[in-house]
């Protein structure tokens, strides 16, 4: 059981969001799925740093 959310530091907060992430219901669209996986890449890898 997650620690009470005062308590609980960012990280932990991530990983717990990003667990829940991955049973979405099946009616998620797939534009919002696109969104969360942009802002976890984000979060997990850092802006995209390529050169147009």
Same mark, same amino acid.
């Given at each position: 059981?997650?620690? =009470?959310?005062? +308590?609980?530091?960012?990280?932990?907060?991530?990983?717990?969001? *990003?667990?829940?992430?991955?049973?979405? &219901? &099946?009616?998620? $669209?797939? *534009?919002? $799925?696109?969104? #969360? /996986?942009? #802002? /976890?890449? +984000? *979060?997990?890898?850092? &802006?995209? =740093?390529?050169?147009?």
């Amino acid at each position: 059981m997650s620690r =009470n959310k005062i +308590q609980m530091t960012t990280e932990e907060e991530f990983e717990e969001y *990003a667990e829940k992430a991955t049973s979405l &219901p &099946p009616s998620t $669209k797939d *534009a919002d $799925k696109l969104i #969360l /996986y942009g #802002l /976890y890449k +984000q *979060a997990t890898a850092g &802006p995209v =740093n390529t050169m147009c």
